[in-house]
């Protein structure tokens, strides 16, 4: 090989190499902006309404429309990406520090999963301080269901709520489907709607409490003449 051979070789070595290298840069970049996230699309009361849930009773589960947990006095919803997540326990350890205040209310709290493996439920439980339900046809994580996948995992945001919830000394395990995105919902009795919808956009993306209690406390009574309204 000449020397003007080898020349070019090189630099068309170096040249995949930068484009490589760049390549990988700016996916990097990227991952960590929202322009690659699915967006959400906002949940109407009508869509929720008639989403059917299980009790998670192992002999005889029930089977109801999700209006009930809401219909008289409103109610606060965690839609749980996975039990066994360390980041899903988190939030669910500090949305249950409302339920003193939430009790004064008169609003329940409750928590719908995806899928019932094991005694992942029964271990959430300690973490969530309210009833939990089925939610087999994942109604509640749509209208439009958003995935993270392994993107997630070069995300700095994801990362920096990784060490938060560690540092906090939530420990949890891979058990589950963990890609389809969670969030909360406040929701006021009869028709007063959505008074909350937040969507988790990457994971441990968690709802600030103040907001929920907030959006709690904006909760009228339920009454006949409401109703109709």
Known sequence: MSFLDLSFFSMGMWSLGAGALGAAVLSLILANTDLLLTKSVTATLEFLEDIELKTMDNESPKTFKARELWKDRGAVIMAVRRPGCFLCREEAAELSTL???????GIPLYAV???KIGSEVEDFQPYFKGKIFL???KKFYGPQKRKMMFMGFIRLGVWQNFFRARSKGFSGNLEGEGFILGGVYVIGPGKQGILLEHREKEFGDKVD???????????????SA???K
């Open 226 to 228: 409401s109703e109709g």
């Open 209 to 223: 409490p103040a907001s929920v209690l907030e959006a709690a406390k904006k909760i009228k009574p339920h009454t």
């Open 99 to 105: 339920k003193p205040q939430l009790d004064q209310l």
């Open 135 to 137: 939610d087999e046809r």
């Open 113 to 115: 999963v995806k899928e």
